[in-house]
Nanobody
Framework: QVQVVESGGGLVQAGGSLRLSCAAS????????LAWYRQGPGKEREWVAG???????NYANTVKGRFTISRDDDKNMGYLQMRNLKPEDTAVYYC????????WGQGTQVTVSS
């Protein structure tokens, strides 16, 4: 069983930056792609970015050019660097490892003030 823990969220002003971290334990991260999702207030959970086991990345149009997803399999860690944050980025951000059953974290809150 894989445990996933996100961290790095917080309150930031519009235009600011945050880096989210995703720590995986119990299995090697190298076996799975890694994705970030988010759920804003009153909204459904939406996909934000993904990175394959080989390092290929994809982004939602809403964050492309502002967010960067990365991974460090040696440390069993994933990251989401977020720049030029906007109030509409306010959400709980979740890390997901699709190769493992129900491998979601508890989420980390990101709040962007205008």
């Amino acid at each position: 069983q894989v445990q996933v823990v996100e961290s790095g969220g917080g309150l930031v002003q519009a235009g600011g930056s945050l880096r989210l971290s995703c720590a995986a334990s119990g299995r090697s991260l190298s076996f799975s792609a890694l994705a970030w999702y988010r759920q804003g207030p009153g909204k459904e959970r939406e996909w934000v970015a993904g990175i394959s086991t080989t390092g290929s990345t994809n982004y939602a149009n809403t964050v492309k050019g502002r967010f960067t997803i990365s991974r460090d399999d040696d440390k069993n860690m994933g990251y989401l660097q977020m720049r030029n944050l906007k109030p509409e980025d306010t959400a709980v951000y979740y890390c997901y490892l699709p190769a493992f059953t129900n491998a979601w974290g508890q989420g980390t809150q990101v709040t962007v003030s205008s």
